[in-house]
């Protein structure tokens, strides 16, 4: 999984050859969406939806798709694809603060403040070589801003989801997400007149087929089947490990060049994340410790926080044995 998803960014590099922003990433999308619909009534996963929860799932496919995704591509145009991966890993702590303001039950404390801080000094050292040389293009400042804003947008759907679309089965919210997605980013790649300036080359066609079907379709089938067979929190660690994989794949297609900052930026970056996130990962570790089941879980690329179902009452016993042991 960590190969896939970390080679997902020279897959989103490789399309870009030679197909535009948001028409590749609506193309990677309509690829994904006929392989899930298949896999879905192989299943017997119930499609439909309430019409109450059209307006959220909406705002959600906007953010995480057309928001995200879109701008996530377009920066990815004047960034390396390793660069990009390290921007977009401080998406767990954009996380963590839009919880602590739509969730009421969630509040942000010192430590995803300190999370905070030390990932976005993670992003100014990643950048900060740029930044230093005469005449830089002022189009990578601004891709570099577009791919934490797409970070931000991505937690903002994953919030979106929990708070509102957590009881729906994973397959059917992402299906019906790459849809409404993939139409959004589709309609604005043909308004922007991007289908001018296509040109399908081996490289991109085959960065599309891997982003669609591996990248998407496959892995997301795969890391269900994986959280039904390992901890939640084992899974949830190979966010640490697709900046790496990033970085080595940008490098060895591209021979992009992984510096010293790089190595910093992307340390600070996930130092902020461990701050961000450790009272979740402590919480996370009891309940494996003592065999619960994790009341939630995190897809590690950015694109969803799925809620659980607690028909037996796991939360509840969660939080009684925190209060047992004194946590706060």
Same mark, same amino acid.
């Given at each position: 999984?960590?190969?896939?998803?970390? $080679?997902?960014?020279?897959?989103?590099?490789?399309? $870009?050859?030679?197909?535009?922003?948001?028409?590749?990433?609506?193309?990677?999308?309509?690829?994904?969406?006929p #392989? !899930?619909?298949?896999?879905?009534?192989?299943? /017997?996963?119930?499609?439909?939806?309430?019409r109450?929860?059209?307006?959220?799932?909406?705002?959600?496919?906007?953010? /995480?798709?057309?928001?995200s995704?879109g701008?996530?591509?377009?920066g990815?145009?004047?960034?390396?694809?390793?660069?990009?991966?390290? !921007?977009?890993?401080?998406?767990?702590?954009?996380?963590a603060?839009?919880?602590?303001?739509? $969730?009421?039950?969630?509040?942000?404390?010192?430590?995803a403040?300190?999370?905070?801080?030390?990932?976005?000094?993670?992003?100014?050292?990643?950048f900060?070589?740029?930044?230093?040389?005469d005449?830089?293009v002022g189009?990578?400042?601004?891709?570099?801003?577009?791919?934490?804003?797409?970070?931000?947008?991505?937690a903002?759907?994953?919030? !979106?989801?929990?708070?509102?679309? @957590?009881? #729906?089965?994973?397959?059917?919210?992402?299906?019906?997400?790459?849809?409404?997605?993939?139409?959004?980013?589709l309609?604005?790649?043909?308004?922007?007149?991007?289908?001018?300036?296509?040109?399908w080359?081996?490289?991109?066609?085959?960065?599309? !087929?891997?982003?669609?079907?591996?990248?998407?379709?496959?892995?997301?089938?795969l890391?269900?089947?994986?959280?039904?067979?390992?901890?939640?929190?084992?899974?949830?660690?190979m966010?640490?490990? /697709?900046?790496?994989?990033?970085?080595?794949?940008d490098?060895?297609?591209?021979?992009?060049?992984?510096?010293?900052?790089?190595?910093?930026?992307?340390?600070?970056?996930?130092?902020?994340?461990g701050? @961000?996130?450790?009272?979740?990962?402590?919480?996370?570790?009891?309940?494996?410790?003592?065999?619960?089941?994790?009341?939630?879980?995190?897809?590690?690329?950015?694109?969803?926080?799925?809620?659980?179902?607690?028909?037996?009452?796991?939360?509840?016993?969660?939080?009684?044995?925190?209060?047992?042991?004194?946590?706060?």
């Open positions: 999984m960590c190969v896939v998803w970390g $080679l997902s960014w020279v897959g989103i590099k490789l399309s $870009l050859e030679g197909v535009p922003p948001f028409l590749g990433s609506g193309v990677r999308f309509a690829v994904a969406v #392989l !899930l619909y298949a896999w879905a009534r192989a299943r /017997n996963v119930p499609l439909g939806l309430d109450q929860i059209w307006p959220v799932m909406l705002w959600s496919a906007f953010f /995480n798709y057309g928001f995704y701008l996530v591509y377009w990815e145009q004047y960034l390396t694809a390793g660069v990009t991966s390290i !921007l977009y890993a401080t998406f767990p702590v954009f996380t603060v839009f919880v602590a303001r739509v $969730l009421p039950d969630e509040r942000i404390g010192w430590g403040v300190a999370g905070l801080l030390t990932a976005f000094a993670g992003v100014v050292v990643t900060s070589q740029d930044l230093s040389i005449g830089v189009s990578q400042i601004s891709a570099a801003l577009a791919v934490v804003l797409g970070a931000a947008g991505g903002l759907s994953t919030v !979106l989801i929990k708070w509102r679309l @957590s009881h #729906l089965h994973p397959v059917s919210l992402t299906l019906w997400q790459m849809i409404l997605g993939s139409v959004g980013l309609a604005c790649g043909l308004a922007l007149g991007e289908w001018r300036t296509v040109t080359t081996p490289r991109s066609v085959l960065g599309i !087929l891997y982003l669609g079907i591996v990248a998407s379709a496959l892995a997301f089938t890391y269900y089947w994986l959280l039904q067979r390992v901890p939640a929190v084992a899974v949830s660690c966010i640490f490990v /697709n900046p790496v994989v990033a970085l080595l794949g490098h060895w297609i591209y021979g992009s060049e992984v510096t010293s900052r790089m190595v910093l930026g992307m340390l600070l970056i996930f130092a902020g994340i701050l @961000s996130e450790f009272r979740a990962f402590r919480y996370g570790r009891r309940r494996v410790v003592t065999g619960l089941e994790p009341a939630e879980t995190t897809a590690v690329d950015g694109t969803l926080l799925l809620g659980k179902e607690d028909p037996g009452g796991t939360s509840s016993r969660m939080a009684a044995e925190e209060r047992a042991s004194g946590s706060g």
